[in-house]
């Protein structure tokens, strides 16, 4: 009798094992792990210097025409990187046209914006800087602030040295995307692809598996499951307006191609249940109900109560580890630094 | 030779020393440095967890009726605890009546606000939450907020053990009158009354000498070098109404006497170099010219520039040490979580 009970579990656990592995080798088709380290950058070399610097720059206000927003006001590190409202609120309390994306992992993205217009984050932090609706700032304003303050100058000479003029606009992208860079949150989903059997539940393995069968991974894939490649929201079946406004064609403004109408980058998924609301809209808060528009409209599936429970399991397990950021101390302001104005023009 | 060099030597250091001592006990009189440990709080015991609390609850913008601002937005850590302008842009882009001003130490003030009608940093902190033209939230709401997140409940009810439905509007301000109570910035100066005279260099110890013996140190006395007492802004000469505007009579609001028409709580003046602009109009941006705005209008003195610059070397070595402080990570909304509005009423 023993032996057989013996026999019996080891059956059941080489079964278990030989399951976790198929389930494991089907995820390796569309998935990867977080690396571990921090990602090479296109042309900026990330060094401690840079990564100072950066992170300084990302938290200061100073960077807007206002000194009311610094990245860190969309982009809020305690809150998932991102700042929990449909869409952002900006330079004289205008609304931004879209949802802001997190900061976390997104050095990984394909590519940055809803429509991917800008190729990396150095790019990117060059937008919202000089968008009316958000820092309504210059280039040259930026470059006025920083050389106004000895501290910055010598930073910047740390973060590009030999450069002549190092406290520019274009270094201070570069040394925000070196910042960004180290904001990378391993999570369960990591460990269980990195072989830890035990890191996702049996709901969240359910859901993996659904996300994988119904046809999710197609689109978000990858090692930020999601974040590259283009697709229209509404593949099957176009949602209401409410959630997809008439008004914002997507890519379109970006390719200016009939066929990019309504098109969008798909969201990457790390930590989406803390960045609701949902879709470049925002308009939606609760992430079930965003799973059953996105089965609906881009599968044209309706999913049972119990598959959207374990599909929305399942992406509980891509919210991963912060690091630990301590806030910068940054220079104090100078008799030549621009003072902040809260006219809008 | 060598013997009476070495008396000259001897001389000279102990009449050095006795010079040192002697300011010293001149500054006794007007001065104490900062405590070493965390200030007690009136019925408020200081507990790591309410600390661990406080913090994120001064990082979460959601306290706010359209989760655009939390007190760190004004009172930002990075740019030394106030938010380098005139006065604070809140709600709807409205502007604040009067200039932010540091967190840092303020729980070593008498009283809070520039008028002092706040008698600590737990009845400081409701104020802002409930202005309009600040966060323009309800005690109703924020509750309603903190009770929609789990892990904000079981956070209050470590930080107020005992307590039934502890995750209420009171106990927010406790915690984070908890949290600023550990922003003490230990300074050059304290070091120096402490018994170091190579804290403070020969001209900031010049500018000390001046300091008290014009009569700047009658007001700015104490641990925070101000802080507590009031004093008509205008004293001897009423500076221009672009300084000490009309329409703000100050402390008048608070007691309703003629008597306190545009009188203010004496500034406390740690860590002034970092806080620019200056007055509760924000209106000067240059220490110096403040300092002599200051000598004009309360002493009726008219300053050398020598005489100014060794009062801001002085004040320079009221700058102190920030403590390092980590982002907290909140909780993520649920769907019972009163939604952000940007509407204004």
């Given at each position: 009798m023993r032996l057989i009970l013996s026999a019996l579990v080891a059956t059941t656990a080489l079964a278990g094992a030989a399951q976790?592995?198929?389930?494991?080798?089907?995820?390796?088709?569309?998935?990867?792990?977080?690396?571990?380290?921090?990602?090479?950058?296109?042309?900026?070399?990330?060094?401690?210097?840079?990564?100072?610097?950066g992170k300084a720059l990302f938290f200061d206000p100073r960077l807007s025409a206002s000194g009311v927003f610094s990245c860190y006001?969309?982009?809020?590190?305690?809150?998932?990187?991102?700042?929990?409202?449909e869409t952002s609120v900006g330079h004289g309390w205008q609304k931004g046209p879209r949802n802001s994306p997190t900061v976390l992992n997104a050095v990984l993205n394909e590519a940055q914006f809803w429509d991917g217009r800008a190729e990396?984050?150095?790019?990117?932090?060059?937008?919202?800087?000089?968008?009316?609706?958000?820092?309504?700032?210059?280039?040259?304003?930026?470059?006025?602030?920083?050389?106004?303050?000895?501290?910055?100058?010598?930073?910047?000479?740390?973060?590009?040295?030999?450069?002549?003029?190092?406290?520019?606009?274009?270094?201070?992208?570069?040394?925000?995307?070196?910042?960004?860079?180290?904001?990378?949150?391993?999570?369960?989903?990591?460990?269980?692809?990195?072989g830890d059997d035990n890191a996702l539940s049996a709901d969240q393995k359910a859901g993996l598996e659904l996300f994988i069968d119904k046809g999710c991974s197609s689109c978000h894939s990858g090692v930020n499951v999601g974040g590259h490649g283009y697709y229209p929201f509404g593949l099957i079946e176009k949602p209401g307006s409410?959630?997809?406004?008439?008004?914002?064609?997507?890519?379109?403004?970006?390719?200016?191609?009939a066929d990019?109408?309504?098109?969008?980058?798909?969201?990457?998924?790390?930590?989406?249940?803390?960045?609701?609301?949902?879709?470049?809209?925002?308009?939606?808060?609760?992430l079930k109900v965003a799973v059953q528009i996105m089965a609906e409209s881009q599968l044209g599936e309706e999913l049972s109560d119990q598959e959207a429970d374990q599909l929305v399991a399942f992406l509980g397990s891509l919210t991963g580890k912060v690091p630990e950021v301590t806030l910068p101390l940054l220079p104090a302001e100078t008799t030549g630094t621009p003072r902040?104005?809260?006219?809008?023009?």
């Open positions: 976790a592995d198929a389930l494991r080798d089907k995820a390796a088709e569309f998935f990867k792990p977080l690396p571990s380290t921090i990602p090479a950058l296109n042309e900026n070399t990330v060094t401690p210097e840079k990564v100072d610097l006001s969309c982009h809020n590190l305690t809150t998932g990187g991102d700042d929990n409202m990396d984050l150095a790019a990117q932090a060059k937008g919202p800087i000089q968008a009316g609706v958000e820092m309504a700032n210059t280039p040259e304003a930026v470059e006025a602030t920083l050389n106004s303050m000895p501290q910055y100058v010598d930073w910047f000479k740390a973060a590009f040295p030999g450069e002549e003029n190092a406290a520019n606009f274009d270094n201070m992208a570069k040394a925000i995307e070196a910042f960004e860079a180290t904001l990378i949150t391993p999570a369960p989903f990591d460990a269980w692809l990195n409410e959630i997809l406004p008439v008004g914002d064609k997507g890519r379109f403004s970006v390719t200016e191609t990019d109408e309504y098109v969008f980058r798909a969201s990457p998924l790390r930590n989406i249940d803390q960045t609701a609301p949902y879709f470049h809209s925002g308009k939606v808060w609760d902040p104005t809260s006219e809008v023009k």
